[in-house]
């Protein structure tokens, strides 16, 4: 199984960017990508999924916007700090499992 920031988004052409999409969750540090969009299961962590929609919202967590995985908890990988656009931010992973990214494409060489 291959590590998200090594999939070639170059060749991608005419697919869509869901299909391509992961959950920040499943990434590890060092990913970098962009945001895809934020999509909540009805709950999580006991929270209304509508709930911890709007709150990753007001966060920063949207569309397009650059994200990289900077650092991640000692137990068990929770829980990570996100470098979004201009700011850090410490999300559980239960909560990044709802904003689908994608990884960004490799710069040329």
Do not use: Y
């Not at 999509?39 to 990753?56: K, N």
């Not at 239960?94 to 710069?107: G, K, L, N, W």
């Amino acid at each position: 199984m291959r590590r998200l920031n090594e999939f070639d988004l170059s060749s991608g052409e005419g697919v869509a960017d869901a299909a391509r999409a992961v959950p920040l969750s499943d990434a590890r540090k060092g990913f970098a990508g962009v945001i895809v969009q934020v999509r909540t299961p009805e709950t999580a962590g006991g929270l209304v999924g509508a709930e911890i929609e709007r709150r990753l919202l007001e966060m920063g967590f949207v569309e397009d916007a650059p994200v990289e995985i900077i650092h991640e908890g000692l137990f068990g990988r929770d829980p990570i700090a996100i470098k979004l656009a201009d700011r850090t931010v410490a999300l559980r992973r239960r909560e990044a499992r709802s904003v689908m990214v994608r990884a960004a494409a490799a710069p040329a060489r």
